[in-house]
């Protein structure tokens, strides 16, 4: 009996049906059908309705297990006794009958045998129970017939405490008692009619355990008596210790402590500094993080729990995603595939249902059943990010991919490149096969720096490309970002028109002889160079003997820049010269900086370099071994720059120092504020006019190269600039105005954001400026309140004469937004 809706079960049984529902990771069903093969029933009829698909697929004819299966389906619920008589044709001869979802190792010969002795019409195997208040009370003669049934009875009905379990032995006569078609139940009328009818009607008291697992509380209940051993159950995987069972392919660090009863699934990574106490189940390609604490719960196939993150006594449907921090208390159900964000607690009894998504920071204290903010957005910061192969899928790539590819017109070719791991490997394949199959042809730079992605997207051959990365900041994170026609990052519009074709499934597909192709560039790296060697002048650079050390960061930049800087005559000592996806995992930043202005000091270089793994930011280190800031960085190419400009403008965002423009305008140039978003000033980059921008975190462009960042031709600019310069950088840093700014965030609702906006613009006075957010103008300095586009949080910088002032700005304002927000 396979057709329920375990409805009492929801959320788990809202894309499951309850008999496939997991028990010490094996669907319930093939645990029942593992008892009766043991006892000798190999012809197995199973009665199918709530999403038999799930049944039929997984168990097929159940040659894989021993027996021979065959379905009857059920169109409309036709109850116990009427969903067996649909399958009479195929009941010539005495059958029994037991439920898909129970979990039981009764000894089903003993009914049978009994049956027989007693030459019944029926048998009704019965059991005792402490609380019978859920079940269909029989109470039997002395001689084991049956007197009578009370189905559900209250306390006060309560006269015995054996119950039907729901498993029958009958004889092909009980047919005529059933009505053909209609819906009808075995205790409430057909045994009843047999009483009525004096046929001989018998209950056989059985041996052993038995549940029902009709609820939450039984499903978790039903998990602690398997690994208690009260149920003799096939627990899939090896038993190391005493009670622990490990399924093949996990990997458990030797830092984690697993403390048993405990499953553990195949394919299970649990991480150093996780812990998991009794009576935790997990299914099979879990990944545990550190320092997750579980106990007491079940966690279903493909689910993923970050670091920090406290689960007790819950149930979490199968590729759910749980990120760091959260919490999951006593009772609480998560559906399948749901996304739990970061710090949020999921409190006790609360049930949330399939494909939620719960943002950052929510405390969920009432069950969430239609509620939802829908979808998460597909893009975030920078491009579609996510965890590799948990968020970021093959299947999500190339359905991507298909979109991206139904955005431009059929034959377009456009360039495709990727780091050096095999996550970016894998998905990068994935979306070049959904590019071919809507009809775009591709040019495979493979392992490439995003410069020279761009740099041969902007070339006649190409309109448009994408990049397959690692996140600099967690090894586990994929970035997939998108490239428009001139190698800039794409805008809102055509972002929302992907965003909008993936939602709605609606991708191009093109007939077999259009299907696109796949090329590789064959001198991509050389014309990159010989056009960056172009824009700077090589015989001045050369005169002044430049010795530079360099940081590669293992990042693919070290394909490129030997051949720039050997074009320019410097002397060269560089660091981490290779690309290597393990190293640039582990790769720190600050200490390769540090480590580089050791070696600037000791071999008396002119300046040093880090470039980042993507080759689009720069750090800089000065003569005399001085880590540049960011901001530092950004004043000296403005110093420098501006004498030697083509064009009469420079580029900053809105929250860049003031010193900026005052620079500037000393050179007589002009300044251009824009957004905060990186493609804003990308944008603004293309603009006739303006020369130079940067970002203030390390990002520069030259738009006579290329209008998109490029840490390998800042640096070439940057030896330009010094060589005409005649200057040392350690000399124009000492001549920079010192900086003092401060930022903060403040937590803020979303639905709050609009009024925080609208309530400082109203009491900001007349100097304000409204390119992106609030930025209010004060006689030495400035404030900028920007609600952050991705997170319930408002960001504030300030500018003042003094670090006290600007510290001063940024609290008086971060105390505005949280009175707003109270």
């Known amino acids: 009996m396979a057709g329920g809706e375990g409805t009492r079960l929801r959320p788990l049984t809202s894309t499951t049906p309850k008999p496939m529902l997991p028990i010490a990771n094996r669907p319930m069903m093939e645990h029942v059908i593992a008892l009766l093969k ?26 894989e297990f021993g027996v021979t299966i065959t379905y009857a389906d059920e169109a409309v619920p036709l109850g116990t006794a009427g969903s067996v008589a649909n399958a009479s ?33 029926a048998t009704v195997g019965l059991t005792h129970v402490q609380d019978p208040l859920e079940f269909g009370i029989v109470i039997t003669r002395s001689d084991g017939t049956i007197d009578r049934f009370l189905e559900k009875p209250t306390w006060g009905q309560v006269f015995s405490d054996t119950i039907n379990t729901g498993i029958y032995v009958l004889e092909p006569s009980i047919f005529k008692y059933i009505p053909a078609g209609k819906a009808s139940d075995f205790s409430a009328e057909i045994f009843p009619a047999l009483l009525r009818a004096k046929e001989r009607l018998y209950g ?9 697992v009709g609820t939450l509380e039984s499903y978790l209940t039903a998990h602690k008596d398997v690994l208690d051993r009260k149920v003799q159950l096939d627990v899939p995987g090896f038993q190391v210790n005493e009670g622990i069972w490990i399924g093949e392919g996990a990997e458990i660090s030797p830092d984690a402590e697993v403390s048993g009863p405990a499953v553990i699934g195949p394919g299970s990574k649990i991480e150093g500094g996780a812990r998991l106490g009794e009576y935790t189940v997990l299914g099979s390609n879990v990944r545990i993080l550190s320092d997750v604490q579980i106990e007491r719960s079940v966690l279903h196939d493909n689910v993923y729990v970050g670091r920090g993150a406290r689960l007790r006594g819950a149930l979490v449907g199968r590729a759910t995603s749980i990120r760091s921090n959260s919490r999951v208390d006593e009772g609480a159900v998560i559906g399948d595939e749901v996304f739990v964000g970061a710090d949020v607690v999921i409190g006790g009894n609360v049930k949330v249902y399939p494909f939620k998504t719960i943002e950052d920071g929510a405390i969920v204290n009432t069950s969430i059943v239609w509620e939802s903010k829908g979808t998460r957005s597909l893009f975030g910061r920078g491009g579609i990010t996510g965890i590799a192969n948990v968020d970021v899928t093959p299947e999500l790539a190339t359905k991507v991919a298909m979109a991206y590819g139904t955005t431009l017109k059929k034959g377009t070719t456009i360039v495709t490149s990727r780091d050096s791991s095999r996550a970016a490997r894998m998905l990068k394949r994935s979306m070049m096969a959904g590019l071919n199959a809507a009809g775009i042809d591709v040019l495979d730079l493979e392992i490439a720096s995003i410069p020279v992605t761009r740099f041969l997207i902007s070339s006649p051959r190409a309109f448009g490309g994408l990049t397959v990365r690692l996140h600099h900041n967690d090894p586990d994170r994929i970035v997939i970002r998108f490239f428009d026609a001139t190698g800039a990052d794409i805008d809102d519009d055509a972002r929302r028109k992907i965003e909008r074709l993936f939602q709605r499934e609606d991708y191009r597909r093109v007939l077999a002889e259009e299907i696109g192709d796949i090329d590789f560039p064959p001198r991509a790296l050389e014309e990159y160079t010989g056009a960056l060697a172009a824009t700077v002048e090589r015989q001045g650079i050369a005169q002044r003997q430049f010795k530079i050390v360099i940081d590669y960061s293992f990042g693919a930049t070290s394909f490129v820049m030997p051949n720039v800087l050997s074009k320019l005559g410097a002397d060269v000592l560089v660091v981490n010269p290779y690309a290597s996806t393990s190293s640039m995992l582990s790769f720190d930043p600050a200490a390769a900086a540090e480590r580089v202005a050791g070696i600037v000091r000791a071999s008396g270089a002119h300046l040093g370099a880090v470039l980042d793994s993507d080759g689009e930011r720069l750090t800089l280190i000065d003569d005399e071994g001085h880590i540049l800031s960011h901001t530092e960085a950004s004043l000296v190419f403005v110093e420098l720059v501006c004498d030697h400009l083509i064009g009469d403008r420079i580029a900053v965002p809105l929250n860049a120092t003031a010193h900026v423009s005052s620079i500037a305008a000393s050179h007589n140039t002009g300044t251009t504020f ?13 603009e006739p006019g303006v020369g130079f921008a940067a970002d203030g975190r390390g990002g520069y462009i030259v738009p006579g190269f290329l209008p998109a960042f490029d840490a390998a031709a800042a640096l070439a600019k940057m030896l330009d600039l010094l060589a005409r310069s005649g200057r040392t950088l350690s000399e124009v840093v000492a001549a920079l105005p010192t900086v003092h700014m401060a930022h903060e965030t403040v937590v803020t609702p979303w639905e709050q954001k609009g009024l925080v906006m609208r309530s ?63």
Request: glycine content about 6%; overall charge negative.
């Open 38 to 63: 043991r006892h000798g029933f190999d012809e197995i009829i199973v009665t199918v309705a709530f999403l038999s698909n799930a049944i039929k697929t997984y168990f097929d004819d159940g040659s």
């Open 204 to 212: 056989a008291v059985v041996e052993g355990y038995w549940e029902d």
């Open 760 to 822: 400082l613009i109203e009491t900001a006075g007349p100097d304000v400026v409204l390119v992106d957010g609030v930025k209010v103008l004060h006689p030495t300095g400035w404030v900028l309140a920007r609600p952050d586009p991705l997170e319930p949080v408002t960001h504030v910088w300030s500018e003042g004469s003094t670090d006290v002032e600007a510290r001063q700005l940024a609290d008086e304002y971060v105390l505005r937004i949280r009175q707003l927000v109270r």
């Open 674 to 686: 824009t957004k905060l978003a990186r493609s804003a000033l990308m944008a603004a980059a293309t």
């Open 89 to 121: 044709a195929l009941l010539g001869e005495r059958f029994l009958v037991i439920s898909g979802d129970v979990i039981t190792d009764v000894d089903l010969t003993a009914i049978w045998d009994f049956h027989g002795d007693q030459q019944a019409v």
